[in-house]
């Protein structure tokens, strides 16, 4: 079984704590999803004082 790994990241924006637009990254999971790409790792990057800067979601899916 062979597979391929997709990474997506987005960039927290906001003034203390940063923000991700959690709209935006549901439609886009469900698309990847509907491509046959499962979401299987996030993580975040710290910017600085516990503020997130990047949201780093790892995707993977088989290939024949």
């Known amino acids: ?8 990241h987005h960039k ?6 940063g923000k991700v637009d ?3 990254m ?3 999971y469900n ?3 509907e491509d046959g ?4 790792s996030v993580m975040d990057t710290n ?3 516990g503020e997130s800067n990047l ?3 790892v995707f993977k899916r088989e290939i024949n």
């Open 1 to 8: 079984m062979k597979f391929e790994y997709k990474l997506v």
């Open 12 to 17: 927290a924006k906001g003034f203390l704590g």
């Open 22 to 24: 959690i709209d935006k």
């Open 26 to 28: 549901t439609e886009e």
């Open 31 to 33: 698309t990847y999803g």
């Open 37 to 40: 790409w499962e979401l299987v």
């Open 47 to 49: 910017k600085s004082h």
């Open 55 to 57: 949201v780093i979601a």
